[in-house]
Protein backbone atom coordinates (compact mmCIF):
# COMPACT_ATOMS: atom_id res chain seq x y z
CA UNK A 1 0.00 0.00 0.00
CA UNK A 2 1.57 3.51 -0.85
CA UNK A 3 2.19 5.61 1.78
CA UNK A 4 -0.67 7.66 1.45
CA UNK A 5 -3.37 6.95 -1.16
CA UNK A 6 -4.19 10.51 -1.91
CA UNK A 7 -2.14 11.09 -4.75
CA UNK A 8 -3.23 8.07 -6.87
CA UNK A 9 -6.81 9.49 -5.97
CA UNK A 10 -5.77 13.13 -7.18
CA UNK A 11 -4.00 11.15 -10.19
CA UNK A 12 -6.72 8.85 -11.16
CA UNK A 13 -9.50 11.58 -11.72
CA UNK A 14 -6.54 13.68 -13.41
CA UNK A 15 -6.23 10.77 -16.00
CA UNK A 16 -9.85 10.83 -16.95
CA UNK A 17 -9.66 14.17 -17.52
CA UNK A 18 -6.70 14.82 -19.48
CA UNK A 19 -6.55 11.04 -21.38
CA UNK A 20 -2.82 10.70 -19.44
CA UNK A 21 -1.55 7.64 -17.91
CA UNK A 22 -1.79 8.29 -13.61
CA UNK A 23 1.88 7.27 -12.96
CA UNK A 24 2.47 10.10 -15.82
CA UNK A 25 0.84 12.70 -13.34
CA UNK A 26 1.93 11.38 -9.93
CA UNK A 27 5.11 13.65 -9.74
CA UNK A 28 2.79 16.83 -10.56
CA UNK A 29 1.14 16.70 -7.31
CA UNK A 30 2.54 17.70 -4.50
CA UNK A 31 2.10 18.31 -0.99
CA UNK A 32 1.44 22.72 -0.10
CA UNK A 33 3.51 24.00 2.36
CA UNK A 34 1.54 24.59 5.67
CA UNK A 35 0.74 28.09 6.39
CA UNK A 36 0.43 30.10 9.69
CA UNK A 37 -1.70 32.77 8.30
CA UNK A 38 -4.60 30.68 6.66
CA UNK A 39 -5.64 27.29 5.88
CA UNK A 40 -4.05 26.20 2.42
CA UNK A 41 -5.61 23.28 1.03
CA UNK A 42 -3.26 19.59 0.69
CA UNK A 43 -1.89 19.24 -2.73
CA UNK A 44 -1.57 21.21 -6.07
CA UNK A 45 -1.33 19.82 -9.49
CA UNK A 46 1.38 21.73 -11.75
CA UNK A 47 -0.96 21.78 -14.71
CA UNK A 48 2.20 23.46 -16.85
CA UNK A 49 3.94 19.68 -16.58
CA UNK A 50 1.57 18.44 -18.64
CA UNK A 51 0.37 21.61 -20.91
CA UNK A 52 2.43 23.19 -23.32
CA UNK A 53 1.80 27.07 -23.03
CA UNK A 54 4.08 28.49 -26.04
CA UNK A 55 3.56 32.19 -25.97
CA UNK A 56 3.87 32.32 -29.49
CA UNK A 57 1.06 30.11 -30.69
CA UNK A 58 -1.52 32.68 -30.50
CA UNK A 59 -4.41 29.96 -30.79
CA UNK A 60 -3.82 28.66 -27.56
CA UNK A 61 -5.04 30.08 -24.36
CA UNK A 62 -2.80 31.09 -21.44
CA UNK A 63 -1.72 28.65 -18.66
CA UNK A 64 -4.22 30.45 -16.32
CA UNK A 65 -7.38 29.80 -18.50
CA UNK A 66 -6.26 26.22 -19.09
CA UNK A 67 -5.98 25.54 -15.47
CA UNK A 68 -9.23 27.13 -15.20
CA UNK A 69 -10.90 25.09 -17.78
CA UNK A 70 -9.10 21.78 -16.41
CA UNK A 71 -10.40 22.97 -12.83
CA UNK A 72 -13.96 22.99 -13.97
CA UNK A 73 -13.93 19.40 -15.41
CA UNK A 74 -13.25 18.11 -12.11
CA UNK A 75 -15.32 16.75 -9.52
CA UNK A 76 -15.50 16.24 -5.50
CA UNK A 77 -16.27 13.26 -4.66
CA UNK A 78 -15.02 11.08 -1.00
CA UNK A 79 -11.40 11.73 -1.10
CA UNK A 80 -12.06 15.83 -2.18
CA UNK A 81 -13.66 17.75 -0.51
CA UNK A 82 -12.80 21.50 -2.38
CA UNK A 83 -11.11 21.81 -5.40
CA UNK A 84 -9.84 25.66 -6.07
CA UNK A 85 -7.09 26.83 -8.84
CA UNK A 86 -4.22 29.15 -7.98
CA UNK A 87 -0.98 30.61 -10.22
CA UNK A 88 -1.03 27.09 -12.98
CA UNK A 89 -2.19 24.55 -10.28
CA UNK A 90 -5.16 23.22 -9.35
CA UNK A 91 -5.23 22.97 -5.87
CA UNK A 92 -7.34 20.21 -3.54
CA UNK A 93 -8.55 19.71 -0.22
CA UNK A 94 -9.32 16.49 1.07
CA UNK A 95 -11.91 15.34 3.27
CA UNK A 96 -10.59 16.42 7.04
CA UNK A 97 -11.33 13.79 8.80
CA UNK A 98 -10.26 11.02 6.17
CA UNK A 99 -6.76 12.99 5.95
CA UNK A 100 -6.54 12.59 9.66
CA UNK A 101 -7.24 9.12 9.98
CA UNK A 102 -5.68 8.11 7.06
CA UNK A 103 -2.12 10.13 7.83
CA UNK A 104 -2.19 8.45 11.85
CA UNK A 105 -2.99 4.62 10.46
CA UNK A 106 0.20 5.03 7.98
CA UNK A 107 2.58 6.87 10.24
CA UNK A 108 2.01 4.13 12.89
CA UNK A 109 1.78 1.17 10.44
CA UNK A 110 5.08 1.23 8.28
CA UNK A 111 7.10 2.86 11.44
CA UNK A 112 10.38 3.47 10.50
CA UNK A 113 9.57 2.92 7.01
CA UNK A 114 6.52 6.29 6.77
CA UNK A 115 7.38 8.11 3.59
CA UNK A 116 10.10 5.27 1.83
CA UNK A 117 6.98 3.47 0.49
CA UNK A 118 5.39 6.37 -0.94
CA UNK A 119 4.20 6.19 -4.47
CA UNK A 120 7.09 9.02 -5.05
CA UNK A 121 9.89 5.67 -4.70
CA UNK A 122 7.52 3.58 -6.51
CA UNK A 123 9.06 3.53 -10.00
CA UNK A 124 12.43 3.58 -8.95
CA UNK A 125 14.93 0.75 -9.11
CA UNK A 126 16.92 -0.94 -5.97
CA UNK A 127 19.99 0.49 -6.43
CA UNK A 128 23.21 -0.46 -4.85
CA UNK A 129 25.50 2.99 -3.94
CA UNK A 130 29.14 3.24 -2.50
CA UNK A 131 29.90 6.00 -0.81
CA UNK A 132 33.58 7.70 0.53
CA UNK A 133 33.63 10.16 2.74
CA UNK A 134 35.56 11.48 5.87
CA UNK A 135 38.73 10.12 4.28
CA UNK A 136 40.95 11.38 7.33
CA UNK A 137 44.66 11.00 7.00
CA UNK A 138 46.97 7.89 8.40
CA UNK A 139 48.36 8.78 11.87
CA UNK A 140 46.46 12.52 11.40
CA UNK A 141 43.86 13.42 13.85
CA UNK A 142 40.28 14.52 12.69
CA UNK A 143 40.52 17.52 11.02
CA UNK A 144 37.23 19.79 10.94
CA UNK A 145 37.66 19.92 7.08
CA UNK A 146 38.67 16.53 6.46
CA UNK A 147 41.23 17.75 4.42
CA UNK A 148 43.31 14.49 2.11
CA UNK A 149 46.93 15.07 1.33
CA UNK A 150 49.91 12.62 1.59
CA UNK A 151 51.39 12.93 4.32
CA UNK A 152 52.51 9.48 4.86
CA UNK A 153 56.11 10.04 3.57
CA UNK A 154 56.61 13.10 5.78
CA UNK A 155 55.26 11.52 8.61
CA UNK A 156 57.99 8.15 8.18
CA UNK A 157 60.96 9.82 7.69
CA UNK A 158 60.06 12.43 10.65
CA UNK A 159 59.55 9.48 12.68
CA UNK A 160 62.56 7.87 12.30
CA UNK A 161 64.44 11.38 13.27
CA UNK A 162 61.75 12.63 15.90
CA UNK A 163 59.16 9.93 17.30
CA UNK A 164 59.45 7.61 20.16
CA UNK A 165 57.95 4.32 20.50
CA UNK A 166 57.20 4.53 24.12
CA UNK A 167 54.99 8.08 23.24
CA UNK A 168 53.27 5.94 20.33
CA UNK A 169 52.22 3.11 22.73
CA UNK A 170 50.88 5.29 25.39
CA UNK A 171 49.27 8.05 23.21
CA UNK A 172 49.91 7.31 19.59
CA UNK A 173 47.67 9.62 17.80
CA UNK A 174 48.82 12.84 19.63
CA UNK A 175 52.63 11.59 19.35
CA UNK A 176 52.34 11.13 15.34
CA UNK A 177 50.67 13.91 15.03
CA UNK A 178 53.45 16.51 17.14
CA UNK A 179 56.17 14.24 15.03
CA UNK A 180 54.26 15.39 11.65
CA UNK A 181 54.28 19.04 12.93
CA UNK A 182 57.98 18.67 13.72
CA UNK A 183 59.30 17.19 10.27
CA UNK A 184 56.71 19.68 8.61
CA UNK A 185 58.67 22.31 10.16
CA UNK A 186 61.57 21.25 9.44
CA UNK A 187 61.33 20.20 5.88
CA UNK A 188 60.26 23.73 5.33
CA UNK A 189 64.17 24.42 6.11
CA UNK A 190 65.86 21.70 5.23
CA UNK A 191 65.30 20.08 1.08
CA UNK A 192 67.48 16.90 2.59
CA UNK A 193 64.27 16.24 5.00
CA UNK A 194 61.73 16.39 1.56
CA UNK A 195 64.21 14.13 -0.07
CA UNK A 196 63.73 11.56 2.80
CA UNK A 197 60.13 11.87 2.69
CA UNK A 198 60.27 11.16 -0.90
CA UNK A 199 62.30 8.28 -0.32
CA UNK A 200 60.22 6.63 2.04
CA UNK A 201 57.49 6.92 0.09
CA UNK A 202 59.01 5.07 -2.74
CA UNK A 203 59.89 2.35 -0.52
CA UNK A 204 56.50 2.32 0.19
CA UNK A 205 55.14 2.10 -3.16
CA UNK A 206 57.98 -0.59 -3.93
CA UNK A 207 56.79 -2.65 -0.93
CA UNK A 208 59.76 -2.58 1.46
CA UNK A 209 59.09 -5.00 4.32
CA UNK A 210 61.16 -2.36 6.51
CA UNK A 211 59.25 0.80 5.61
CA UNK A 212 55.52 -1.26 4.65
CA UNK A 213 56.06 -2.62 8.67
CA UNK A 214 55.78 1.15 9.87
CA UNK A 215 53.53 2.48 7.60
CA UNK A 216 50.70 -0.82 8.79
CA UNK A 217 51.89 0.55 11.99
CA UNK A 218 50.25 3.98 11.82
CA UNK A 219 47.37 2.54 10.24
CA UNK A 220 46.21 0.40 12.71
CA UNK A 221 46.93 2.89 15.49
CA UNK A 222 44.89 5.47 13.04
CA UNK A 223 41.97 3.11 12.54
CA UNK A 224 41.42 2.37 16.03
CA UNK A 225 41.29 6.18 16.69
CA UNK A 226 38.80 6.76 14.12
CA UNK A 227 36.46 4.01 15.00
CA UNK A 228 36.62 5.48 18.49
CA UNK A 229 35.67 9.02 17.12
CA UNK A 230 32.76 7.60 14.72
CA UNK A 231 31.51 5.94 17.31
CA UNK A 232 30.44 8.99 19.16
CA UNK A 233 29.74 10.03 16.15
CA UNK A 234 26.84 7.25 15.34
CA UNK A 235 28.83 6.35 12.31
CA UNK A 236 29.91 2.50 10.64
CA UNK A 237 31.94 2.08 8.46
CA UNK A 238 31.46 -1.41 5.84
CA UNK A 239 35.50 -1.21 5.04
CA UNK A 240 38.17 1.05 5.58
CA UNK A 241 40.49 1.62 2.73
CA UNK A 242 41.53 4.65 2.05
CA UNK A 243 43.65 5.59 -0.89
CA UNK A 244 46.96 4.89 0.68
CA UNK A 245 45.75 1.55 0.25
CA UNK A 246 46.10 1.49 -3.15
CA UNK A 247 49.71 2.60 -3.64
CA UNK A 248 50.34 -0.76 -5.37
CA UNK A 249 47.33 -0.74 -7.42
CA UNK A 250 48.01 2.60 -8.99
CA UNK A 251 51.12 1.31 -10.36
CA UNK A 252 48.75 -1.33 -12.49
CA UNK A 253 46.90 2.03 -13.99
CA UNK A 254 49.95 3.43 -14.94
CA UNK A 255 50.57 0.58 -16.93
CA UNK A 256 47.15 0.57 -18.13
CA UNK A 257 47.15 4.21 -19.04
CA UNK A 258 50.43 3.91 -21.00
CA UNK A 259 49.13 0.67 -22.80
CA UNK A 260 46.11 3.11 -24.06
CA UNK A 261 48.16 6.08 -25.18
CA UNK A 262 46.75 8.27 -22.62
CA UNK A 263 50.63 8.82 -20.27
CA UNK A 264 52.95 11.66 -21.96
CA UNK A 265 56.30 12.60 -20.46
CA UNK A 266 56.76 16.20 -19.28
CA UNK A 267 60.24 18.02 -19.82
CA UNK A 268 60.63 17.37 -15.80
CA UNK A 269 60.26 14.06 -16.32
CA UNK A 270 56.96 13.32 -14.87
CA UNK A 271 53.75 11.51 -16.26
CA UNK A 272 50.98 13.13 -17.44
CA UNK A 273 47.51 12.40 -19.07
CA UNK A 274 46.22 15.14 -21.81
CA UNK A 275 42.98 16.49 -20.60
CA UNK A 276 42.38 19.53 -23.07
CA UNK A 277 40.16 19.69 -25.89
CA UNK A 278 42.72 20.52 -28.62
CA UNK A 279 44.87 17.64 -26.91
CA UNK A 280 47.78 20.48 -26.90
CA UNK A 281 48.19 19.76 -22.72
CA UNK A 282 46.66 23.42 -21.77
CA UNK A 283 44.98 21.33 -19.65
CA UNK A 284 46.87 18.00 -18.40
CA UNK A 285 46.59 15.93 -14.89
CA UNK A 286 50.19 14.79 -13.59
CA UNK A 287 49.75 11.06 -12.22
CA UNK A 288 53.84 10.46 -11.68
CA UNK A 289 56.47 12.02 -10.26
CA UNK A 290 59.30 11.99 -11.56
CA UNK A 291 60.75 9.33 -9.42
CA UNK A 292 57.69 7.09 -10.62
CA UNK A 293 55.91 7.10 -7.65
CA UNK A 294 51.93 7.70 -7.45
CA UNK A 295 50.02 10.86 -6.90
CA UNK A 296 46.49 11.11 -4.85
CA UNK A 297 44.75 10.90 -8.71
CA UNK A 298 46.54 7.70 -9.57
CA UNK A 299 45.56 6.07 -6.24
CA UNK A 300 42.39 7.00 -6.38
CA UNK A 301 41.76 6.04 -10.25
CA UNK A 302 42.94 2.57 -8.75
CA UNK A 303 40.17 2.76 -5.71
CA UNK A 304 37.70 3.53 -8.11
CA UNK A 305 38.17 0.55 -10.57
CA UNK A 306 38.81 -1.78 -8.24
CA UNK A 307 35.64 -0.30 -5.94
CA UNK A 308 33.18 -1.06 -8.80
CA UNK A 309 34.79 -4.60 -9.90
CA UNK A 310 34.51 -5.38 -6.15
CA UNK A 311 31.13 -3.92 -5.46
CA UNK A 312 29.81 -3.56 -9.05
CA UNK A 313 28.01 -0.39 -7.67
CA UNK A 314 24.91 1.83 -9.64
CA UNK A 315 26.36 4.82 -8.26
CA UNK A 316 29.92 6.05 -6.33
CA UNK A 317 29.49 8.91 -4.63
CA UNK A 318 32.36 10.78 -3.08
CA UNK A 319 31.70 13.09 -0.23
CA UNK A 320 34.88 15.78 0.16
CA UNK A 321 35.17 19.23 0.66
CA UNK A 322 34.65 21.68 -2.07
CA UNK A 323 38.42 22.90 -2.49
CA UNK A 324 38.86 19.20 -4.58
CA UNK A 325 36.26 20.23 -7.19
CA UNK A 326 38.87 20.37 -10.02
CA UNK A 327 40.08 16.60 -9.17
CA UNK A 328 37.12 15.49 -9.09
CA UNK A 329 36.31 16.48 -12.13
CA UNK A 330 39.97 15.24 -13.55
CA UNK A 331 39.43 12.02 -12.15
CA UNK A 332 35.61 10.95 -13.78
CA UNK A 333 37.42 12.44 -16.40
CA UNK A 334 40.35 9.88 -17.08
CA UNK A 335 38.57 6.99 -16.24
CA UNK A 336 35.93 8.10 -18.92
CA UNK A 337 38.95 8.01 -21.35
CA UNK A 338 40.41 4.99 -20.17
CA UNK A 339 37.07 3.70 -21.48
CA UNK A 340 34.93 3.08 -18.47
CA UNK A 341 31.76 4.42 -19.10
CA UNK A 342 30.39 3.90 -15.68
CA UNK A 343 32.33 6.97 -14.70
CA UNK A 344 29.19 8.61 -16.02
CA UNK A 345 27.94 7.00 -12.72
CA UNK A 346 30.13 8.86 -10.51
CA UNK A 347 29.18 11.74 -8.22
CA UNK A 348 30.99 14.21 -6.21
CA UNK A 349 29.45 15.80 -3.65
CA UNK A 350 30.97 18.58 -1.91
CA UNK A 351 30.55 20.40 0.96
CA UNK A 352 31.93 24.13 2.23
CA UNK A 353 34.43 25.82 4.50
CA UNK A 354 33.53 26.40 8.30
CA UNK A 355 35.07 29.93 9.34
CA UNK A 356 35.49 31.18 12.77
CA UNK A 357 35.08 28.01 14.77
CA UNK A 358 37.31 28.48 17.41
CA UNK A 359 37.20 26.37 21.19
CA UNK A 360 37.63 28.36 24.62
CA UNK A 361 41.79 26.98 23.97
CA UNK A 362 41.49 28.67 20.69
CA UNK A 363 41.33 28.23 16.66
CA UNK A 364 40.03 24.42 16.01
CA UNK A 365 41.95 21.84 14.55
CA UNK A 366 40.76 18.62 15.47
CA UNK A 367 36.76 17.57 15.19
CA UNK A 368 36.88 15.77 18.56
CA UNK A 369 38.29 18.92 20.04
CA UNK A 370 34.92 20.26 18.31
CA UNK A 371 32.99 17.28 20.02
CA UNK A 372 34.54 18.06 23.42
CA UNK A 373 33.53 21.53 23.34
CA UNK A 374 29.54 21.39 22.12
CA UNK A 375 29.63 18.74 24.74
CA UNK A 376 31.41 21.09 27.71
CA UNK A 377 28.87 24.48 27.02
CA UNK A 378 25.78 21.94 26.94
CA UNK A 379 27.04 20.54 30.25
CA UNK A 380 27.20 24.61 31.30
CA UNK A 381 23.96 25.64 29.65
CA UNK A 382 22.42 22.26 31.57
CA UNK A 383 23.57 23.40 34.95
CA UNK A 384 23.22 26.84 34.78
CA UNK A 385 19.51 26.22 33.96
CA UNK A 386 17.02 26.52 37.23
CA UNK A 387 14.56 24.34 36.24
CA UNK A 388 17.03 21.80 35.20
CA UNK A 389 15.88 18.19 35.97
CA UNK A 390 18.50 15.59 37.65
CA UNK A 391 19.76 13.84 35.08
CA UNK A 392 21.04 10.04 35.30
CA UNK A 393 23.72 10.56 32.56
CA UNK A 394 24.12 14.48 31.88
CA UNK A 395 27.20 13.45 30.04
CA UNK A 396 25.73 11.29 27.61
CA UNK A 397 22.67 13.81 27.50
CA UNK A 398 24.83 17.03 26.71
CA UNK A 399 26.51 14.96 24.28
CA UNK A 400 23.59 14.11 22.04
CA UNK A 401 22.43 17.22 22.39
CA UNK A 402 25.71 18.82 21.44
CA UNK A 403 26.02 16.33 18.21
CA UNK A 404 22.58 17.46 17.41
CA UNK A 405 23.37 21.09 17.56
CA UNK A 406 26.65 21.11 15.48
CA UNK A 407 24.97 18.53 12.74
CA UNK A 408 21.76 21.11 11.99
CA UNK A 409 23.72 23.92 11.87
CA UNK A 410 25.97 22.21 9.21
CA UNK A 411 22.78 20.47 7.41
CA UNK A 412 20.94 23.81 7.46
CA UNK A 413 21.86 25.52 4.06
CA UNK A 414 23.69 24.13 0.85
CA UNK A 415 26.51 21.56 2.17
CA UNK A 416 28.58 23.68 -0.85
CA UNK A 417 28.06 26.88 1.27
CA UNK A 418 30.55 28.20 3.53
CA UNK A 419 29.43 29.01 6.70
CA UNK A 420 29.96 31.52 9.74
CA UNK A 421 30.19 29.55 12.96
CA UNK A 422 28.17 30.34 16.47
CA UNK A 423 28.68 28.83 19.96
CA UNK A 424 26.25 30.96 20.77
CA UNK A 425 24.05 30.48 17.69
CA UNK A 426 24.16 27.20 17.43
CA UNK A 427 23.71 26.09 20.90
CA UNK A 428 20.54 28.05 21.52
CA UNK A 429 17.40 26.17 22.72
CA UNK A 430 14.82 28.19 21.29
CA UNK A 431 14.37 28.55 17.49
CA UNK A 432 16.01 26.61 14.42
CA UNK A 433 18.87 24.59 16.03
CA UNK A 434 19.74 20.94 16.63
CA UNK A 435 18.83 21.55 20.40
CA UNK A 436 15.16 22.28 19.90
CA UNK A 437 14.97 19.48 18.30
CA UNK A 438 16.11 17.31 20.55
CA UNK A 439 14.12 18.92 23.65
CA UNK A 440 11.12 19.15 21.34
CA UNK A 441 11.23 14.93 20.85
CA UNK A 442 12.05 14.67 24.44
CA UNK A 443 8.66 16.50 25.33
CA UNK A 444 6.98 14.64 23.11
CA UNK A 445 8.22 11.60 24.20
CA UNK A 446 7.99 12.62 27.78
CA UNK A 447 3.52 12.97 26.99
CA UNK A 448 3.44 9.47 26.16
CA UNK A 449 4.81 7.95 29.06
CA UNK A 450 2.92 10.04 31.36
CA UNK A 451 -0.22 9.25 29.13
CA UNK A 452 0.60 5.65 28.43
CA UNK A 453 -2.17 3.70 30.43
CA UNK A 454 -4.96 5.80 28.30
CA UNK A 455 -3.43 5.35 25.30
CA UNK A 456 -5.34 3.82 21.92
CA UNK A 457 -5.49 2.97 18.41
CA UNK A 458 -9.06 3.78 18.13
CA UNK A 459 -9.92 7.20 17.95
CA UNK A 460 -12.08 10.05 16.66
CA UNK A 461 -10.96 11.73 14.07
CA UNK A 462 -13.58 14.43 14.32
CA UNK A 463 -11.32 15.80 17.81
CA UNK A 464 -8.59 16.58 15.32
CA UNK A 465 -10.53 19.29 12.82
CA UNK A 466 -8.72 22.39 14.73
CA UNK A 467 -6.61 24.75 12.49
CA UNK A 468 -3.57 23.28 14.60
CA UNK A 469 -4.13 19.70 14.37
CA UNK A 470 -4.60 20.32 10.44
CA UNK A 471 -1.18 21.92 10.50
CA UNK A 472 0.45 19.41 11.89
CA UNK A 473 -1.07 16.60 10.28
CA UNK A 474 -0.70 18.18 6.39
CA UNK A 475 2.79 18.58 7.21
CA UNK A 476 2.70 15.18 8.05
CA UNK A 477 1.42 14.47 4.46
CA UNK A 478 4.53 15.96 2.96
CA UNK A 479 7.44 13.75 4.28
CA UNK A 480 7.74 11.72 1.81
CA UNK A 481 8.59 14.21 -0.56
CA UNK A 482 10.76 15.91 1.67
CA UNK A 483 12.75 12.16 1.76
CA UNK A 484 12.23 12.18 -2.96
CA UNK A 485 13.86 15.80 -3.01
CA UNK A 486 16.57 14.73 -0.45
CA UNK A 487 17.54 11.49 -2.57
CA UNK A 488 17.50 13.32 -6.18
CA UNK A 489 19.81 16.20 -5.10
CA UNK A 490 22.06 14.66 -1.70
CA UNK A 491 20.95 17.82 0.33
CA UNK A 492 20.36 17.56 3.99
CA UNK A 493 18.99 20.84 4.14
CA UNK A 494 15.63 20.07 2.85
CA UNK A 495 15.40 17.46 5.82
CA UNK A 496 16.46 19.76 8.28
CA UNK A 497 13.67 22.45 7.41
CA UNK A 498 11.15 20.22 7.61
CA UNK A 499 11.82 18.96 10.90
CA UNK A 500 12.37 22.25 12.16
CA UNK A 501 8.54 23.28 11.00
CA UNK A 502 7.51 20.10 12.51
CA UNK A 503 8.68 20.54 15.72
CA UNK A 504 7.63 24.44 15.82
CA UNK A 505 3.96 23.32 14.75
CA UNK A 506 4.23 20.45 17.14
CA UNK A 507 4.73 23.11 19.95
CA UNK A 508 1.97 25.52 18.54
CA UNK A 509 -0.30 22.83 18.54
CA UNK A 510 0.19 21.91 22.11
CA UNK A 511 -0.55 24.92 23.37
CA UNK A 512 -3.82 25.15 22.07
CA UNK A 513 -4.59 21.52 21.99
CA UNK A 514 -3.64 19.86 25.64
CA UNK A 515 -3.96 16.63 26.48
CA UNK A 516 -4.25 16.86 30.21
CA UNK A 517 -7.65 18.31 31.31
CA UNK A 518 -9.18 17.71 27.93
CA UNK A 519 -12.50 15.26 27.68
CA UNK A 520 -10.85 11.76 27.04
CA UNK A 521 -11.81 11.27 23.54
CA UNK A 522 -10.50 14.48 22.89
CA UNK A 523 -7.36 13.29 24.86
CA UNK A 524 -6.78 10.79 23.09
CA UNK A 525 -7.01 12.18 19.80
CA UNK A 526 -4.53 14.42 20.40
CA UNK A 527 -2.25 12.21 22.08
CA UNK A 528 -2.18 10.14 18.96
CA UNK A 529 -1.46 13.03 17.07
CA UNK A 530 1.78 13.92 18.54
CA UNK A 531 2.98 10.45 18.44
CA UNK A 532 2.64 11.14 15.07
CA UNK A 533 4.69 13.79 15.23
CA UNK A 534 7.10 12.64 17.51
CA UNK A 535 7.88 8.94 15.46
CA UNK A 536 8.20 11.25 12.31
CA UNK A 537 10.31 13.40 13.74
CA UNK A 538 12.48 10.63 15.30
CA UNK A 539 12.82 9.00 11.59
CA UNK A 540 13.90 12.29 10.18
CA UNK A 541 16.33 12.93 13.11
CA UNK A 542 18.07 9.67 12.56
CA UNK A 543 18.56 10.11 9.02
CA UNK A 544 20.55 13.30 10.24
CA UNK A 545 23.10 11.20 12.15
CA UNK A 546 20.93 12.55 15.44
CA UNK A 547 20.39 10.26 17.90
CA UNK A 548 16.65 11.57 19.44
CA UNK A 549 16.93 12.38 23.35
CA UNK A 550 14.09 10.56 25.45
CA UNK A 551 13.86 12.73 28.66
CA UNK A 552 13.53 16.32 28.65
CA UNK A 553 16.61 18.10 30.53
CA UNK A 554 14.11 21.06 32.41
CA UNK A 555 11.02 20.43 34.01
CA UNK A 556 9.05 23.30 31.95
CA UNK A 557 9.68 21.22 29.02
CA UNK A 558 7.37 18.53 29.51
CA UNK A 559 4.39 18.42 28.31
CA UNK A 560 0.99 17.54 29.65
Not at 315 to 326: C, L
Not at 520 to 542: D, H, I, T, Y
Request: net charge positive.
Amino acid sequence: MAACPFRRSIAAQLSRVLNLPPENLIKSISALPVSKKRPVADFQFFVGSVIENKSSDRSKPDLQLQTQRLAEKLKCDTVVREISTGPGTVNFTINRELLAKTVLQQVFKDGSEYGIKSELFSTLPRRKIVIEFSSPNIAKKFHVGHLRSTIIGLLGAGFQQFGNEDELKSNPLQHLFEVYVQVNKAAAEDENIKKLAQDFFRKLEARDEQILSMWQHFRDFSIEEYVRIYKRLGVHFDEYSGESFYQEKSQEVLKMLDAKGLLQKTIKGTRVVDLSEKRDLSLCSTVMRSDGTSLYITRDLAAAIDRMMKYNCDTMIYVTDKSQNAHFEQLFQILKLMGYQWAERCQHVSFGLVQGMKTRKGEVVFLEDVLNEARSRMLQNMAAAKTTKELENPLETAEKIGLAALIIQDFKGLLSSDYQFSWDRVLQSRGDTGVFLQYTHARLHSLEQMCRDGQSTDINTACLQDPQAISVLQHLLSYDEVLYKSSEDLQPKHMVSYLLTLSHLAAVAHKTLPVKGSAPEQAQARLRLFQAARSVLANGMKLLGITPMKKPQHENHILI
